[in-house]
């Protein structure tokens, strides 16, 4: 175990020095291209930080305005039923829930933001508890799921892509489905 540990803490600075010695043996300027690669890397933050903060603002009012708990509750009405019907073997551990609500809101701010899912799951934790089935939920989404939103719009405002084309729907897809994964998960530890 210790070998592993030495060896963690050698990976970092053996790439660097590997990738500073491959741009010296191609004599390439190392340093200047250092400079260049930063200052487009600053140049892509400049321009992405307006959609950040607008992601950050939204997700703000959101939770604050009581709309996200407003959403949350709606959308546990709707698909709380939907579970018990679609998968009979989860209904004794949502039963277990007080409310199905505080899932669903981070499951929503989860597609716009991964620390404001984080703050919410934290104040889960708080609440259940983290050995809960909740908090287990919880724990399993945040690591099956991504920021939908955030991403796309980073990613492909960053590359100047206007038509997303199937990006939106197989993410939505592959969200839904690491949701499910991660209540059967979280049902069968339980």
Not at 6 to 16: A, C, G, K, T
Not at 75 to 94: D, Q, T
Request: proline letters at 3%; charged letters at 10%.
């Amino acid at each position: 175990m210790n070998l592993i540990l030495y060896l963690s803490d050698l990976i970092l600075p053996f790439v660097i020095f590997y990738i500073v010695a491959s741009g010296w043996l191609a004599h390439r300027p190392v340093y200047d291209d250092f400079v260049t690669g930063a200052k487009k890397g600053f140049q892509t933050v400049l321009n992405v930080m307006p959609t950040l903060i607008g992601l950050m603002t939204g997700v703000a009012v959101l939770r604050s305005s009581g709309f996200l708990d407003f959403l949350g509750s709606l959308f546990a009405r709707i698909f709380g039923g939907l579970l018990h019907i679609l998968f009979p073997s989860f209904a004794s551990s949502l039963e277990q829930l007080d409310s199905l609500t505080e899932l669903i809101s981070v499951i929503l701010v989860k597609l716009f933001s991964s620390s404001a899912a984080t703050g919410l799951s934290l104040d889960i934790f708080k609440e259940y508890g983290t050995d809960s089935f909740l908090g287990l939920t919880v724990s399993l989404m945040l690591s099956c799921t991504e920021t939908i939103f955030y991403t796309m719009s980073i990613y492909f405002m960053s590359v100047k892509i206007k038509k997303t084309r199937y990006t939106l729907p197989g993410a939505l897809i592959a969200t839904l489905a690491g949701v499910i994964m991660s209540i059967w998960l979280a049902t069968s530890m339980t």
